[in-house]
């Protein structure tokens, strides 16, 4: 049997005569009608109606109007798309494995979109908020392409990660919802952040990299929007390392990268006061494991050891019986015999009245083994929530740790 060669792009979407042009503006968004009333309809690759190129139209425009009110570089335009990025609305499922949309980056810096001809949502009020947060992901990312073109996962016979993927796709996450604020579609990916704060930022698992919306959204509530400007204008070199050029950017602000995702960490623990669209939604993020302090110097373990992978937290419960003890001791001791750079521990103790009004930073012992604290009560205090986050370097290893706690 022979092979069927796929076809190209540019054969795809031939059948898009009609274009929508916005006044001054940067896309040009090409589209055909499924059912027209003079000459022959594309049944696959048409629309059901304008009105969805002109709501992707209006999205992608606002989006590329608050970059360039950023001060970020405008995307490289196509002459032959009269001096504008070209968006193709289409049955996207031809073209790429899923039914989703996308954004391409030649070697020369220029980008395409590609947005679906239909959005599958039976709620019309579901359909145009999709609509409206994929036009804004896809824009969003002609702007961060125009710093850094994504690198191909295979390259001579081997899989490669692209060390940008997750900042690219959390920079899109996070737009969606600054663009679109009453909108509940940016929270489709919640639940990794929320359920699992053990995995890493860049993981590779479906939902991967779009989570870290949330470490973007607190850096930019905390630095302003330049710190992601900054950062991805030094993208380009081929080397350039994310967390090593978000660290420059936010040690000219007197910060650094470590301490930024440990806030990132500490602040998300109380959800209600971080998002609550989300929280209302999902709750808490998700604890590891609780302790209860019924005996004093009578020390609580994990029940297992627990690993932490690299741009990763856990979170832990204490909880204590006030008769049995005037302070707490709560120690991270490391599995492995090798010292531990890059953990950080905080214990926030919480009041009665559900407050926590002190945040206090587990030290590091002189062997290097361990991060311990002892901390007196004060009269209110019943509980607390111990935050071990990780803010190291994409390459290395998943640490394994136990907790270990007692009244004193």
Avoid at 83 to 109: C, E, I, K, M
Avoid at 206 to 234: M, N, S, T
Wanted: a negative charge; aromatic letters at 12%; one cysteine or more.
């Amino acid at each position: 049997m022979p092979l069927i060669k796929p076809p190209s792009l540019s054969t795809l979407v031939a059948p898009l005569v009609d274009f929508v042009d916005y006044p001054n503006g940067l896309f040009r968004v090409y589209y055909t009608m499924r059912d027209v009333f003079n000459g022959r309809s594309d049944e696959r690759m048409g629309v059901f109606s304008r009105d969805l190129v002109l709501r992707y139209a209006h999205a992608l425009e606002q989006t590329a109007r608050k970059f360039l009110e950023w001060g970020w570089d405008a995307p490289l335009r196509w002459p032959q798309h009269g001096d504008r990025v070209p968006v193709y609305v289409f049955d996207t499922s031809q073209w790429v494995r899923a039914h989703a949309p996308f954004t391409q980056t030649n070697l020369w810096g220029y980008s395409l979109i590609g947005l679906r001809s239909d959005i599958p949502e039976p709620r019309y009020d579901v359909m145009w908020e999709r609509a409206d947060v994929e036009a804004v992901h896809e824009a969003t990312h002609v702007f961060t392409h125009r710093n850094r073109r994504p690198e191909p996962r295979f390259w001579g016979g081997v899989t490669r990660k692209d060390r940008w993927y997750w900042l690219d796709e959390g920079t899109a996450v996070f737009m969606e919802a600054q663009m679109f604020r009453g909108h509940k579609e940016p929270m489709r990916f919640a639940t990794n952040f929320v359920y699992r704060p053990d995995l890493s930022l860049v993981d590779d698992g479906p939902g991967g990299g779009y989570f870290a919306a949330w470490f973007v959204r607190c850096l930019v509530l905390k630095h302003g929007h330049e710190i992601l400007r900054d950062a991805w204008k030094q993208a380009t070199p081929l080397d350039a390392d994310p967390i090593a050029v978000i660290d420059q950017a936010l040690r000219r602000r007197n910060h650094s990268f470590d301490a930024a995702f440990t806030e990132y960490c500490v602040d998300s623990a109380s959800m209600c006061d971080f998002d609550f669209d989300v929280f209302t939604r999902h709750g808490n993020r998700s604890i590891t494991e609780s302790f209860r302090l019924s005996h004093v110097n009578a020390p609580v373990q994990s029940s297992e050891v627990d690993w932490l992978e690299p741009l990763a937290c856990r979170y832990y419960r204490v909880e204590w019986d006030r008769a049995q003890g005037r302070s707490i001791e709560v120690a991270v001791k490391w599995e492995s015999a090798t010292a531990i750079d890059g953990v950080k521990a905080v214990l926030i103790p919480y009041c009665e009245d559900g407050f926590a009004r002190r945040k206090l930073n587990l030290e590091m012992q002189p062997d290097r083994s361990e991060l311990r604290r002892v901390v007196d009560l004060k009269a209110d205090e019943t509980r607390a929530l111990l935050v071990v986050a990780r803010g190291t370097a994409l390459d290395d290893e998943a640490i394994g740790f136990r907790i270990e706690c007692s009244a004193r």
